[in-house]
């Protein structure tokens, strides 16, 4: 199992970034898939989660409203739109599937800063 996430990078209050996380070495289509983020001194928090056909999504509820999970199963690849974003929004963010056991990719840094 292979998951890379991109799409990170720095940008002002209010901006928006999309994050992208590929993934290979499974079923992509079978699995529900997530998106985590861990900022400096904290634990790392689920922000967003999507059923395997996408019929189903969950939001943390700091980002309801601002961010939106897709995944095209055709691409093996789910998304992270993130509208809005504020300061607090700075971390790290991973994408995890569970395929039997917890996969993590690298992570992506997000840093929203004037």
């Known amino acids: 199992v292979q998951l890379v996430e991109s799409g990170g990078g720095l940008v002002q209050p209010g901006g928006s970034l999309r994050l992208s996380c590929a993934a290979s070495?499974?079923?992509?289509?079978?699995?529900?898939m997530s998106w985590y983020r861990q900022a400096p001194g904290k634990e790392r928090e689920r922000v967003a989660y999507?059923?395997?056909?996408?019929?189903?999504?969950n939001y943390a509820d700091s980002v309801k409203g601002r961010f939106t999970i897709s995944r095209d199963n055709a691409k093996n690849t789910v998304y992270l739109q993130m509208n809005s974003l504020k300061p607090e929004d700075t971390a790290v963010y991973y994408c995890?599937?569970?395929?039997?056991?917890?996969?993590w990719g690298q992570g992506t840094q997000v840093t929203v800063s004037s």
């Open positions: 995890r599937a569970l395929v039997g056991v917890h996969y």
């Open positions: 070495g499974f079923t992509f289509s079978s699995y529900a």
């Open positions: 999507i059923t395997s056909v996408g019929g189903m999504t």
